[in-house]
């Protein structure tokens, strides 16, 4: 069987190579999720000319159909934004705009496309926020039919009105090292048991309604 996959949509709003501290936190969090034998990738997604819509493309250049095709390869999504003004980004909620057209694609047994992914989060800022930004992350996500495993999220925050960001710090807190392992651990456990068995077919669901 080959190894588990993940991708992280780093949805900072700035481009490569300007230093990211959600890039750093995302970076991090598939490092963990390397012991446990997954694979990772990180993507940047203001690096890409993602359209706004609702669609899987949008035409004339649009740059989500290949991330689409990178999502959908991998069986962990891992969504890192910062915060601002207390919400998760303009990128982050481009993402899941983009996603919500995953509810009409489905496979042969009329399960989502999405289905039997696992989901994760990652939020950095300096100000709080966090807890509301992985709920609407992970209620969004949930919907287009993502699963969340146990401890699905983690987060920094520094000190309101501060100056310090992430990737200024000397050393990685315990309490978020600590976080970054439970994500990884029970995302990667959770990934290999949809993969070894799936969610039931929606098909035959609808066929025994009627």
């Known amino acids: 069987m080959s190894a588990l996959t993940a991708v992280a949509l780093v949805c ?23 012991r446990y034998g997954v694979v990772g990738r990180v993507v ?3 690096d890409y000319d993602v359209r706004p819509g609702v669609s899987a493309d949008e035409g004339d ?20 934004t910062p915060t601002w003004v207390g919400h998760m980004s303009s990128v982050a909620q481009r ?7 995953e509810l009409s694609e489905t496979d042969d047994e009329g399960r989502p496309s999405m289905v039997g992914k696992v989901a994760i989060a990652a939020v950095v800022g ?13 209620q969004a996500l949930n919907d287009i039919g993502f699963t969340i495993p146990a401890q699905g999220g983690t987060y920094w925050n520094g000190q309101a ?35 070894a068995e799936a969610y039931p077919p929606y098909a035959r669901e609808a066929q025994e309604a009627k």
Request: hydrophobic share 45%; proline share 4%.
């Open 12 to 34: 900072s709003l700035k481009k490569s190579p300007e230093p990211s501290s959600s890039e750093l936190l995302a970076g991090q969090v598939l490092d963990e999720l390397e």
């Open 44 to 46: 940047r997604v203001v």
């Open 61 to 80: 250049g649009d740059a989500w159909p290949m991330l689409r095709a990178q999502i959908a390869a991998a069986d962990i999504l891992l969504v890192a």
């Open 95 to 101: 993402v899941l705009e983009r996603l919500d057209a």
């Open 126 to 138: 300096n100000e709080d926020g966090a807890h509301k930004i992985i709920a609407d992350l992970f």
């Open 161 to 195: 009105m501060g100056s310090v960001d992430y990737q200024d710090l000397y050393e990685t807190p315990e309490d978020v090292q600590r976080t970054n392992g439970a994500v990884a651990r029970n995302a990667a456990h959770l990934a290999g048991l949809l993969r």
